[in-house]
T-cell receptor, first 113, second 114 residues
Framework: DAGITQSPRHKVTETGTPVTLRCHQT?????MYWYRQDPGHGLRLIHY???????DKGEVSDGYSVSRSKTEDFLLTLESATSSQTSVYFC????????????FGPGTRLTVL | GENVEQHPSTLSVQEGDSAVIKCTYS??????FPWYKQELGKRPQLIID?????GEKKDQRIAVTLNKTAKHFSLHITETQPEDSAVYFC?????????????FGSGTQLTVLP
């Protein structure tokens, strides 16, 4: 499981509230990613990080922000949650050392009412 | 950016038969193509991958083929078993850009009928 945890694993919130999801890794990996998964759309990249304080936007970044103040934590924030952000969110890492493969965390199911 | 299309979206096969899932990609510079299996309620798990300098790779009952000229790659599962039932995703990684980003196909729901 590449030492990846996500918290919370499930969350129900109301439209307009801020939400922060946490991805934590224990193996000092440089690259970290946030995806959302919706039926019929596969996995779509929201934001990614290539080091502490180094982040960039992915395909579906509108309405999301991220922060990475230390190697082990990559935070995804929904500043003002909307119903269209109801989804399953996966964090992923690419191990260091020239490996291309991405490994995924267990996911967070977010419901915005 | 890269665009990956995956077909079919659903596939049913009899146990013991073969299953083939196909993906096409748009960026000829893409050089890494993984396949993931996702069981219901679980995380995607890597099952096999191939790099652009290789045309075929096998791992027991699973194989992947790559045609760089046509920009498509396929997953082949032989002697299917009920535990192969899952959603399968293909992906492609662009050679350019930072952070080794992957672009995923939309997934194939494979059902193996006993």
């Amino acid at each position: 499981d590449a030492g990846i945890t996500q918290s919370p694993r499930h969350k129900v919130t109301e439209t307009g509230t801020p939400v922060t999801l946490r991805c934590h890794q224990t193996e000092n990996h440089r690259y970290m990613y946030w995806y959302r998964q919706d039926p019929g759309h596969g996995l779509r990249l929201i934001h990614y990080s290539y080091g502490v304080k180094d982040t960039d936007k992915g395909e579906v970044s509108d309405g999301y922000s991220v922060s990475r103040s230390k190697t082990e934590d990559f935070l995804l924030t929904l500043e003002s949650a909307t119903s269209s952000q109801t989804s399953v969110y996966f964090c992923a890492i690419t191990p260091s050392g020239g490996v291309d493969t991405q490994y995924f965390g267990p996911g967070t199911r977010l419901t915005v009412l | 950016g890269e665009n990956v299309e995956q077909h079919p979206s659903t596939l049913s096969v009899q146990e013991g038969d073969s299953a083939v899932i196909k993906c096409t990609y748009s960026d000829s510079a893409s050089n890494y193509f993984p396949w993931y299996k996702q069981e219901l309620g679980k995380r995607p798990q890597l099952i096999i991958d191939i790099r652009s300098n290789v045309g075929e790779k096998k791992d027991q009952r699973i194989a992947v083929t790559l045609n760089k000229t046509a920009k498509h790659f396929s997953l082949h599962i032989t002697e299917t078993q009920p535990e192969d039932s899952a959603v399968y995703f293909c992906a492609a990684r662009q050679a350019s850009g930072s952070a080794r980003q992957l672009t995923f196909g939309s997934g194939t729901q494979l059902t193996v009928l006993p």
